[in-house]
């Protein structure tokens, strides 16, 4: 029951982070529909690049100690401690943010002109650059919730304070004339916002500002997060490196149509981004205490909970890429199609292995990480530079799929040897094979006939009827789903004995 115990506090502290998530990536999908349809490819394809440089540029600067508060946090129970890892951590990550932005500031034209052949591009990374500091400062508050366990400020500033400040910035730059300009500088104003609203989290939910003496932590904090740091900007490389190569090698059009890919790929991320925000610390507590076997345990529940939901979602976006593109999008971005099938590929696979970077991260193998995605970064620099002077937005979608591969077979490889951790589990493989085989004959019908809305309406309904029969059949509901279906009933005070009666029906 402790096993089942440990799975279900951090489901329920997932499911708040999940619906935020939904949340975010829902109004953050729908701002980018936006911005795609009334920029256009190319305009557009010059935004991403800035998103991506801001995103590499606030990695970098803090030093993955971000990463380092949430591991110690937890650890300490002194408030004098608690305070000192903060104040440490803050006042690095002070200092490199705003240096970093002043350099990225001045030599923007110097980039514009000499990286991207396009001096279109330096008032975007101007604007980009006044946004680093505060979306550094941004990444510091989470970390710093993650470590008091506190889901809710995290929720709402990275979930719904950010994008909603966002979107409404970019609906009111759509009122009075869209310009690639104008959206970056919407950005840079709800990083603003957001960043006030986390001033104010760490007053209320932390030791930031209590009138206590602080027991600083510099040496164990840059010992543990600049290995980190390096790991974590190894690993932006397959997400940016291939879009930036791309915008080296290839025009703006060509971005803007691999930029649309990354928003639905990222769809998949949904579930495994929920429970990595829990799972680290909890995680980091068992190896803590020694507890192997419920970390195993644990490990084996979360990978199941994180692929029943995402498989079907992988399925639509691998079997019917032109159809979701076209729909969200509009038709100037069809031509994406084929790079968002091998994407997602490489988003399943991740998915397969379960949270194992966060678990290597929990038992301190920080050293393992940096090597692991320095590898896999490397390789995937160099395919995308073989790749995408010949194949476009398409060669980066296969260099992105194979580093992914490789990173994660070497991170699940060392944690089992470690640890003896794995995602393989009966339920798992017993689900992908079933809807597998149901998608493929769904494809293989509307290739041969041209469905209308209704019958792909049809054919749904009666995949996720099969889907959830399958899911109950294969002995995916078991102690831990129980004690969660009870934990619901007496936090929502209803009766799911219907639910259960279903259940037990198809179980059968």
């Known amino acids: 029951m402790a096993q089942a115990s440990d799975s279900v506090s951090i489901v329920s502290g997932s499911s708040l982070i999940f619906i935020g998530t939904i949340f975010e990536l829902g109004i953050a999908f729908i701002a980018k529909i936006f911005i795609a349809r009334y ?14 440089v801001l995103s590499i540029s606030t990695t970098f600067v803090v030093l993955g100690l971000h990463h380092g508060v949430a ?15 903060l104040l440490s951590a803050f006042s ?73 400040a966002r979107f409404i910035l970019i609906i009111i730059v759509l009122l009075i004339g869209v310009s690639a300009v104008k ?50 900007i190894m690993a932006l490389l397959f997400v940016d490196a ?16 691999y930029a649309v890919i990354y928003p639905l790929s990222a769809l998949l991320m949904i579930f495994l981004n929920s429970f990595t925000f829990l799972s680290m610390p909890a995680l980091s507590e068992l190896h803590a205490q020694n507890h192997s076997l419920r970390m195993r345990k644990m490990y084996l529940v979360i990978t199941k909970w994180i692929f029943i939901p995402t498989f079907p979602l992988f399925l639509a976006l691998f079997f019917f890429p032109n159809t979701l593109i076209e729909f969200f999008f509009g038709n100037d ?18 998915i397969l292995t379960g949270v194992n970077e966060s678990t290597l991260l929990a038992i301190g193998k920080t050293k393992h990480l940096l090597a692991n995605t320095t590898a896999a970064g490397i390789l995937n620099i160099i395919l995308n530079l073989i790749l995408i ?10 260099a992105t799929t194979l580093s992914y591969i490789c990173l994660n077979l070497l991170h699940s490889l060392e944690l089992y040897w470690m640890t003896g951790i794995h995602p393989i589990s009966k339920p798992v493989i017993k689900i992908s094979l079933v809807a597998t085989a149901m998608a493929s004959l769904v494809y293989l019908l509307s290739v041969r006939i041209d469905l209308n809305n209704l019958q792909l ?14 899911i109950f059949r294969s002995d995916a509901m078991g102690a831990e789903e129980e004690l969660l279906l009870s934990q619901t009933e007496a936090f929502f005070g209803i009766n799911l004995d219907p639910l259960r009666k279903t259940i037990n029906f198809f179980s059968r």
């Open 92 to 164: 690095i990550t002070t200092v490199t943010s705003l240096l970093l932005a002043f350099c990225l500031f001045i030599f923007a034209d110097y980039i514009a002109i000499n990286v991207f052949s396009n001096l279109s591009f330096s008032p975007i990374l101007k604007v980009f650059a006044g946004a680093v500091p505060f979306a550094a400062f941004i990444r510091m508050v989470i970390g710093s919730m993650q470590g008091e366990k506190k889901a809710s400020p995290t929720v709402f500033i990275q979930n719904i304070v950010l994008p909603s």
């Open 183 to 232: 959206v970056a500088w919407a950005y840079l104003l709800a990083y603003a916002i957001a960043a006030l609203v986390g001033v104010y989290a760490l007053y209320r939910y932390t030791q930031m500002f209590k009138k206590v003496t602080p027991i600083y932590h510099f040496r164990d904090l840059t010992y543990f997060s600049i290995p980190l740091a390096i790991s974590t």
């Open 242 to 257: 291939d879009t930036l190569i791309l915008a080296y090698f290839q025009p703006a059009t060509e971005v803007g149509l």
């Open 333 to 350: 971005y069809t031509p994406a199609s084929i790079g968002l099938s091998i994407l997602s590929l490489g988003f399943l696979f991740h």
């Open 39 to 52: 920029l256009g490819v190319y305009d557009y394809g010059i935004v991403s690049v800035g998103i991506i």
């Open 389 to 398: 002077p010949q194949y476009s937005f398409i060669g980066a979608a296969i």
């Open 457 to 470: 309406l049809l054919f749904t309904l009666i995949f996720g009827l099969i889907y959830c029969i399958t």
């Open 71 to 85: 591991r110690y946090l937890p650890r300490f129970k002194q408030a004098s401690d608690k305070r000192g890892i």
